[in-house]
């Protein structure tokens, strides 16, 4: 198997965990990064969602999914396509969660991209709509 098919099962596998435990499987994720993951969202650390600041560390990775558990609870986590390319993965689909202080709740399409090194998620970067989530928080 390539490294491209490798790193793209890792992630059908851990999304599809993900899914079914509702983000129970937060290990999954810290297990895929490398010491050095540059992780990011489109929020980029936004006041509904101060969990999404960029991190560039394992170490810290953790704070983003304390914050996103710690306030939402997952209504599902789908991926529909998986495109793969290289050491890139980009995982296409849609999420919900719910705001657990607010009991407001948001549905969006959401796209995430990887990179991998050695077997390792090195970059991260996810797309979503802000305002539906901005909006669910408040």
Same mark, same amino acid.
């Given at each position: 198997?390539?490294?491209?098919?490798?790193?793209?099962?890792?992630?059908?596998?851990?999304?599809?965990?993900?899914?079914?435990?509702?983000?129970?499987?937060?290990?999954?994720?810290?297990?895929?990064?490398?010491?050095?993951? %540059?992780?990011? %969202?489109?929020?980029?650390?936004?006041?509904? #969602?101060?969990?999404?600041?960029?991190?560039?560390?394992?170490?810290?990775?953790?704070?983003?999914?304390?914050?996103?558990?710690?306030?939402?609870?997952?209504?599902?986590?789908?991926?529909?396509?998986? #495109?793969?390319?290289?050491?890139?993965?980009?995982?296409?689909?849609?999420?919900?969660?719910?705001?657990?202080?607010?009991?407001?709740?948001?549905?969006?399409?959401?796209?995430? #991209?990887?990179?991998?090194?050695?077997?390792?998620? #090195?970059?991260?970067?996810?797309?979503?709509?802000?305002?539906?989530?901005?909006?669910?928080?408040?």
């Amino acid at each position: 198997m390539s490294n491209t098919e490798a790193n793209k099962k890792l992630l059908q596998q851990a999304y599809e965990r993900w899914n079914a435990t509702k983000g129970g499987s937060v290990g999954d994720w810290l297990a895929l990064a490398a010491d050095d993951i %540059s992780f990011g %969202s489109l929020a980029e650390g936004a006041e509904a #969602v101060p969990f999404t600041a960029p991190i560039r560390s394992k170490d810290t990775l953790r704070t983003y999914f304390d914050g996103l558990i710690g306030n939402w609870t997952m209504i599902h986590y789908t991926v529909n396509d998986y #495109v793969a390319e290289g050491e890139s993965v980009v995982a296409i689909g849609s999420t919900s969660w719910k705001n657990k202080h607010t009991g407001n709740t948001f549905e969006t399409r959401k796209v995430d #991209v990887w990179k991998f090194k050695n077997g390792k998620a #090195v970059e991260f970067y996810e797309y979503y709509d802000t305002a539906k989530v901005a909006a669910a928080g408040s």
